[in-house]
């Protein structure tokens, strides 16, 4: 019997082993590898400082070239376009942008600081300018506003506006305010700009409350120079008698002082009435005669006193007398006594505009 020996076959490798263990032609391009290797390494040997000078000229060539294209021609500025001027000058405006960008042009102009120039121009509160590209700019203005009319001390009738900024002189045709300003601080500096915006404010609350009372027509000036002791200067008939309100409750206090007047008047020294000081215990009458000045003290509920047919200036002199020894100012007031700063404002000359 014969024996039949069977020889065991070796394992087959998966396709996928096989073509992975393919082998790869060699690579033909090792001259183009070789010339990269070659650019790295003389690179490498390039100085650091010579590396250092290429970049400086590269950003010095940048800088040149940037300000070369904006002073081209091109940014030179051709159109000002200014808005929201209604008082002030627009062609004031537009000239003083293109000196100021002249030299610049419009896309190296100092926005910023010609805003604020233009802020400083009188009559302009605020001032914004923008570019427009590439040859124009856009000007917008917020102007002040004309508040009131201040009679200054050389007589000049200025208009300002509620910051107290003095803007321009009054026009003949200019609408006329209801009272002018007095007591104005002309000094300039900044202390008086402050002073001022309170008189303004002053003279706001002042119009507001005689407005209200229907007595607004009866003033001719408000003399804000102490804003705790407002002082109206009459209109018309009356011009040469100033009426002294103190500091708060202007309408009420005005409109008690005028009733009070306007019964003086009725007796025989109703044209000698120089002043009216509202107080708290009453109503004091001012009189002039002469160079004399008499003070009576009259409850605002009460009728003119007898004592007002005194005529002779002995009895005027004795009254002065016994005001300064009984009569006291209320201190909430703080107002300043008649003096004789009183005979030259009861007689100060009127503005010729009503």
């Known amino acids: 019997m014969k024996e039949q020996v069977i020889a065991s076959r070796a394992p087959r490798r998966s396709a996928a082993s096989a073509k992975g263990m393919a082998q790869r032609p060699a690579r033909r391009d090792g001259k183009a590898e070789s010339s990269r290797l070659s650019l790295r390494s003389l690179a490498a040997y390039v100085p650091t400082a010579l590396k250092v000078a290429f970049g400086m000229l590269a950003l010095i060539g940048l800088a040149i070239g940037y300000r070369a294209a904006s002073s081209a021609s091109l940014f030179q500025v051709r159109a000002v376009d200014v808005v929201g001027t209604s008082r002030t000058s627009a062609e004031e405006v537009a000239g003083l942008v293109r000196r100021s960008v002249s030299r610049t042009g419009v896309w190296r102009a100092d926005l910023s600081g010609l805003s604020a120039e233009l802020s400083r121009l009188p009559g302009v509160r605020r001032a914004v300018v923008t570019r427009v590209l590439p040859d124009g700019l856009r000007v917008r203005i917020t102007e002040r506003v004309p508040l009131a009319v201040v009679r200054t001390s050389s007589g000049h009738f200025v208009w300002v506006d509620d910051e107290g900024v003095s803007l321009s002189q009054m026009k003949t045709t200019d609408q006329m305010p209801p009272f002018f300003i007095l007591g104005w601080n002309e000094d300039g500096t900044d202390t008086a700009r402050e002073d001022n915006a309170e008189r303004v404010k002053k ?5 507001r409350e005689w407005q209200a009372v229907g007595l607004v027509d009866r003033v001719s000036e408000v003399n804000l120079f102490d804003v705790r002791d ?24 005005l409109k008690a002082a005028l009733e009070q007047l306007d019964r003086y008047k009725q007796t025989p020294h109703g044209n000698s009435i120089t002043y009216i000081d509202y107080q708290r215990d009453g109503v004091v009458v001012g009189f002039s005669s002469g160079d004399n000045v008499a003070a009576e003290t009259n409850n605002t509920n009460a009728a003119p006193d007898q004592s007002t047919q005194a005529t002779t200036d002995s009895d005027k002199a004795a009254a002065v007398a016994a005001k300064k020894k009984t009569d006291a100012k209320p201190g ?23």
């Open 203 to 207: 003279y706001q609350e002042a119009l």
């Open 230 to 253: 407002v002082r109206a200067q009459l209109a018309g008939k009356d011009s040469q008698i100033e009426v002294r309100v103190g500091s708060h409750d202007l309408g009420a206090r």
């Open 332 to 354: 909430a007031d703080k107002k300043r006594p008649p003096n004789a700063r009183d005979k030259e404002t009861a007689h100060a000359n009127r503005p010729g505009i009503h």
